[in-house]
């Protein structure tokens, strides 16, 4: 897992759900001809081409796929999720047919496909500050746990506890070279 606008931004989802996949199948053992079907979900999946669930294999529910095992329908599925919030793009709705005179407007695509909520035509951090205000959550109850939860995270990944989750990835820098091999979370 990379920070937003972090080491892995120039990385789409597609390629990231890919190695996921590769990493994930190297490791159980298990060769990629087995696999029967692949159910991968994605959000924000505009500017990624045509089909993105498709390109890391074929896209439906997690669910799903632990139901088609239940029913006896196959054997060998991979499930699982991509996302790059580096790369959602900002959209201009005049672009197509032509700005008039005047300022135009650019709509943060992880905003609109992704941290709203659409019910209630309001962000997903009004979210959290009413879920936290229908529980008598404090701000410094909420900071708190936050520090606790990101100081246990870097605990773990300190003691190998994530290290069969953490795939090394290679990322290219400008120019095209390449960048050192990135073998653990950065933050």
């Known amino acids: 897992m990379g920070s937003f606008l972090g080491s892995l931004s120039s990385l789409p989802a597609t390629k990231l759900g890919s190695l996921a996949i ?3 199948l190297r490791r159980a053992g298990v060769h990629p001809s087995m696999v029967q079907e692949v159910f991968f979900g994605n959000v924000l999946t505009a500017n990624l081409g045509q089909a993105p ?3 890391a294999a074929l896209g439906a529910a997690t669910m799903i796929a632990a139901q088609t ?3 006896g329908v196959n054997d060998v599925v991979v499930a699982g999720g991509m996302e790059s919030m580096s790369n959602a793009p900002k959209y201009i709705p005049t672009g197509r047919t032509g700005s008039r005179l005047g300022h135009d407007t650019i709509i943060d695509g992880m905003l609109k496909d992704g941290l709203w909520d659409v019910y209630n035509d309001f962000g997903m951090g009004v979210c959290a500050e009413l879920c936290a205000d229908q529980h008598n959550i404090t ?4 900071d708190s746990y936050a520090i606790k939860s990101f100081e246990r995270g870097l605990a773990a990944e300190s003691s190998g506890a994530f290290s069969w989750e953490i795939v090394p990835v290679e990322v290219s820098g400008a120019g095209g070279n390449h960048l050192p091999l990135l073998t653990k ?3």
Not at 139 to 142: G, K, L, M, P, V
């Open 22 to 24: 590769e990493c994930a």
């Open 53 to 55: 669930a498709r390109q």
């Open 69 to 71: 095992i239940k029913l």
């Open 139 to 142: 701000r410094e109850e909420q």
């Open 185 to 187: 979370m950065r933050v």
